[in-house]
């Protein structure tokens, strides 16, 4: 068995948490300027101190270079709408509230006018959370 990681084995392998690879080992100690001690479970057999070559953050795409197609829109009313995965964030931008919204099958998150996303149950669910954000913008009666 070796007794340091190998070079390019995936982040996964060194991850360690209550029910599967979940967390990042911490680092619990720099040695000198270059090797590192990490903090392994006890289920992991390698030796804790490490160079920092070996360290390297893993990627938080499983499969780089992939990204996924946007599922097609749905249409309502004559009009295309995409499902929302859930808002992120919210911020004023030029006097007007905007939403970081990501959609489901989008790689990145989107800034959308409060107007577009305003009656949203991810909307709703993100002022659950965040209450002390901006927002959300008064209902409309219509």
């Known amino acids: 068995m070796p007794r340091?990681?190998?070079p390019n084995a995936?982040?996964?392998?060194?991850?360690?948490g209550t029910s599967g690879p979940t967390r990042s080992p911490k680092i619990t100690k720099e040695?000198?300027?270059y090797p590192y001690e990490i903090g392994f479970p006890s289920t992991v057999k390698h030796h804790r101190v490490q160079h920092e070559?070996?360290?390297d953050p893993a990627d938080s795409d499983p499969l780089s270079g992939q990204h996924?197609?946007?599922?097609?829109?749905?249409?309502?009313?004559?009009v295309e709408?995409?499902?929302?995965?859930?808002?992120?964030?919210?911020?004023?931008?030029?006097?007007?509230l905007q939403y970081l919204v990501k959609f489901i099958g989008d790689d990145q998150p989107e800034w959308k006018a409060a107007e577009e996303v305003n009656k949203l149950e991810?909307?709703?669910?993100?002022?659950?959370?965040c209450p002390d954000k901006q927002g959300p913008l008064p209902e409309d009666d219509d």
């Open 4 to 6: 340091t990681l190998p």
């Open 10 to 16: 995936p982040a996964a392998c060194w991850t360690a």
């Open 31 to 33: 040695v000198s300027h």
């Open 53 to 55: 070559s070996l360290l």
């Open 68 to 78: 996924n197609a946007r599922p097609p829109p749905v249409i309502v009313d004559g």
């Open 81 to 96: 709408e995409h499902y929302v995965e859930e808002v992120l964030d919210a911020r004023i931008s030029r006097r007007r």
């Open 122 to 129: 991810a909307l709703d669910n993100f002022h659950g959370h």
